[in-house]
């Protein structure tokens, strides 16, 4: 008897449509999985660039004000003074605004020569300071304390031990090379924190070598930075030097106690941590095969077997800088929520196979279309588009996934602070407008605003960080405030921001809106209240661009742009 017959009817009815369903939802669940692996391999890998792009952007601006130090104590093109006693008030006056620079970290900026005379001044505070002089060449140094740029030196005390600048690496480095050079890091025995010195070597009148210009940098931001860096569960980020010594880390130490119980550096290969070593080896191989100076990803075996996906770059400088950056999480860490919406997915087709046959067909329909949904999102992140975001009223996996979607797409083009786009976002838009503009072949231009704020350093140095947060949202609501609902306001980086005008009728229009933007943030800021002051009223400056006139792409407009505002920015 065949099989059919054998069946009763309500099996013969119900069977095959559950087992329909069942395989349904087996390939439904195989093409979530997939759908949601792909994106999430996509995703993960722009999210370590992000990530890399930011530490490096992080740690280049913390290091390169140090060029500016060494610039402001010496000027190129200033000679060696043949006598420290007889400069000594020129040299307090440049040294005390060299240190002024970026007095968090380069506090202290000091000049040794090669008959052994030494000038240092370092920075306590705003105010207070401290001068270290060796004029002759010979003995100790004074030590002066005084207040204010111009402040009388208080009675010296000398040093305990002899300092000669001759026989310090700072000198050695930088007396044979022509440009600025980074010596090796230290640990600075007082504080027990990394310390990289810049130098620079100083000619006579007659251009012959005299002495050496010199700043210290100390290294803890960096390393605190990478602490409060938001990562995954089980990711990490670590800066390290070209042999593998490290210089900041997310978990763990970057520094090794030694055999007599002092700080020694800790190199990646060396680390307790498992990942840490695993990483440094991984992207060293990796960096073994490309110049690495953009960030790249890749993807390398754990002790345990399991993937890590890994983002790195090379920072490098024109003194000497060679660090490398590496962001790594473990796949997992991407891919728990899909392999959970999997399993509930797969129990929930179960579950509704068994309850009816009309019901799991209703529920298949539903998740086919969800899913169509989410593969579209997918692929919209995958790529790097913006794309629509997700609508949904679903309070199950799939609603949390479709919503996880459109978080994502928000975040990666969404500043965090003001909420306003952000750089990504208005770059993206400026192209999509320059193709618009000349697929439609629109007569009328459109504006490329930069914008950068007044004096706003000045805030932050006063009232803190938490104060200078609060004015930079009240003037980005100004700035959206100030135009019209299809234009776009985005924050550039720091206190610079990028507006697009998405249409104009001439170039005067685009003037008249940056009068009145400027007027609106010369108001006075809610965010200090009474505790304003006359010199910290900000404002900003604006440089204007016009499609086409000014650039035919989106570098070309910034740059004009930023141009334009250089040239309208007030002197002093």
């Given at each position: 008897m065949a099989l059919p017959d054998r069946l009763s009817l309500r099996k013969l009815l119900t069977v095959p449509y559950v087992l329909l369903v069942l395989a349904l939802a087996g390939v439904i669940g195989v093409i979530s999985y997939r759908a949601g692996r792909d994106a999430v391999d996509n995703l993960s890998g722009q999210l370590l660039t992000e990530t890399v792009n930011r530490i490096a952007q992080a740690v280049d601006r913390h290091v390169a004000g140090s060029a500016a130090v060494l610039e402001a104590a010496f000027p190129q093109g200033v000679p060696a003074p043949e006598s420290l006693v007889d400069n000594l008030g020129a040299l307090r006056t440049r040294f005390w605004l060299a240190t002024s620079v970026h007095r968090d970290p380069n506090n202290y900026a000091y000049y040794g020569d090669r008959q052994g005379r030494f000038f240092g001044l370092w920075r306590y505070s705003e105010s207070e300071a401290e001068l270290r002089l060796r004029p002759q060449g010979s003995g100790p140094r004074d030590?002066?304390?005084?207040?204010?740029?111009?402040?009388?030196?208080?009675?010296?005390?000398?040093?305990?031990?002899?300092?000669?600048?001759?026989?310090?690496?700072?000198?050695?480095?930088?007396?044979?090379?022509?440009?600025?050079?980074?010596?090796?890091?230290?640990?600075?025995?007082?504080?027990?924190?990394?310390?990289?010195?810049?130098?620079?070597?100083v000619n006579s009148?007659?251009?012959?070598?005299?002495?050496?210009?010199?700043?210290?940098?100390?290294?803890?931001?960096?390393?605190?930075?990478?602490?409060?860096?938001?990562?995954?569960?089980n990711g990490l980020a670590m800066v390290v030097e070209a042999d593998g010594n490290l210089i900041g880390v997310s978990r763990g130490p970057h520094l090794r106690t030694d055999a007599n119980g002092s700080n020694a550096r800790l190199n990646a290969a060396?680390?307790?941590?498992?990942?840490?070593?695993?990483?440094?080896?991984?992207?060293?191989?990796?960096?073994?095969?490309?110049?690495?100076?953009?960030?790249?990803?890749?993807?390398?075996?754990?002790?345990?077997?399991?993937?890590?996906?890994?983002?790195?770059?090379?920072?490098?400088?024109?003194?000497?800088?060679d660090w490398l950056i590496m962001v790594a999480v473990p796949r997992h860490d991407f891919l728990h929520q899909v392999e959970e919406n999997f399993l509930h997915t797969a129990i929930l087709a179960a579950l509704a196979a068994l309850a009816a046959v009309l019901i799991g067909l209703a529920v298949l329909s539903t998740v086919t279309r969800e899913l169509a949904n989410l593969a579209e999102a997918a692929r919209h992140v995958g790529e790097g588009l913006p794309g629509t975001p997700l609508r949904t009223n679903r309070r199950d996996e799939l609603g949390d996934l479709a919503r996880s979607f459109t978080e994502m797409q928000q975040r990666l083009m969404t500043d965090q602070l003001t909420g306003l786009s952000n750089r990504t976002a208005v770059m993206r838009r400026i192209e999509e407008r320059i193709l618009q503009q000349r697929r439609r072949g629109d007569p009328r231009p459109f504006v490329v605003m930069f914008a950068d704020l007044n004096r706003f350093k000045l805030i932050n140095d006063r009232y803190g960080h938490d104060v200078g947060d609060e004015v930079l949202r009240e003037l980005s609501q100004r700035l959206s405030d100030g135009v019209r609902a299809n234009d776009m306001v985005a924050r550039y980086a720091?206190?610079?921001?990028?507006?697009?005008?998405?249409?104009?009728?001439?170039?005067?229009?685009?003037?008249?809106?940056?009068?009145?933007?400027?007027?609106?943030?010369?108001?006075?800021?809610?965010?200090?209240?009474?505790?304003?002051?006359?010199?910290?009223?900000?404002g900003a400056t604006f440089g204007v661009a016009v499609y086409p006139d000014d650039g035919q792409d989106v570098d070309a407009l910034l740059k004009a742009a930023d141009a334009d505002m250089y040239r309208r920015k007030p002197i002093g």
């Open positions: 030590i002066y304390r005084f207040t204010g740029i111009d402040g009388v030196l208080q009675a010296p005390a000398a040093e305990g031990r002899i300092f000669d600048p001759r026989e310090r690496p700072w000198f050695r480095a930088a007396q044979g090379s022509t440009a600025q050079t980074w010596t090796s890091i230290y640990i600075d025995f007082k504080t027990s924190e990394l310390v990289a010195t810049r130098a620079r070597r009148r007659t251009g012959d070598f005299e002495g050496v210009v010199a700043t210290d940098l100390s290294l803890k931001q960096v390393n605190a930075f990478l602490t409060r860096l938001a990562l995954s569960t060396e680390s307790s941590d498992p990942l840490v070593s695993a990483t440094y080896r991984a992207v060293r191989g990796l960096v073994g095969s490309t110049s690495a100076l953009q960030p790249h990803t890749g993807v390398f075996q754990a002790a345990d077997g399991s993937a890590v996906q890994v983002g790195y770059a090379r920072l490098q400088d024109a003194a000497g800088l720091g206190d610079e921001f990028v507006i697009l005008l998405e249409s104009v009728e001439h170039r005067r229009d685009a003037d008249a809106v940056r009068l009145h933007l400027e007027e609106s943030l010369r108001r006075p800021l809610a965010a200090l209240g009474a505790d304003a002051m006359p010199d910290t009223a900000t």
